[in-house]
C-alpha cells in the first residue's frame, strides 16, 4: 500500500479524498467512545515513524547484504506498533477505539508524506 501511497499515481486528489474519509471514519468512531489523548498522540507520532522508516528504506543501497532485511523490518515495525497500541485498549467498544488508532496512525503518515511533497511556494 505505501507504495502505491508515494508512487505517481496517486495523485493530490486521491491523497485529499483518503484524508477526508479517515477523518470522517475517525469522526463516527469517537462519537461512540472517545481514543485517550495520549493514545491518539502515540498512533500519530506511528504514522509519522512509518513514512521516516519508508524514507530510509528508499535510501538502503541494493548492494547492501541487509537490504531486504531491513526493508522487511521496516513495513513490519510500524504494523507491531498499532498492535500493541490497540492490546493495551479498554476492552469496552474496543473495536470503534481500534479503529481510531489505526485512522490516527494512517493521518499520521498522511499529513508528514503530502506535507514533505507538498509545491514550494517560494524558492
Known sequence: MLEFWYSE???REI?????IVVCGIIYYCSGIEKLSTTLTMICLGIGVVAHLLHQQSL???ENNPYAQGFKILFSIAPIVAVILVICLLAPQHKLFTAIQAIGF???????VSIYQNR?????
Open 9 to 11: 499515481r496517486c495523485t
Open 119 to 123: 509545491a514550494k511556494r517560494f524558492e
Open 59 to 61: 535510501k538502503i543501497s
Open 15 to 19: 491523497k485529499l479524498i483518503s484524508s
Open 105 to 111: 496512525s494512517a493521518l499520521g503518515l498522511f499529513i
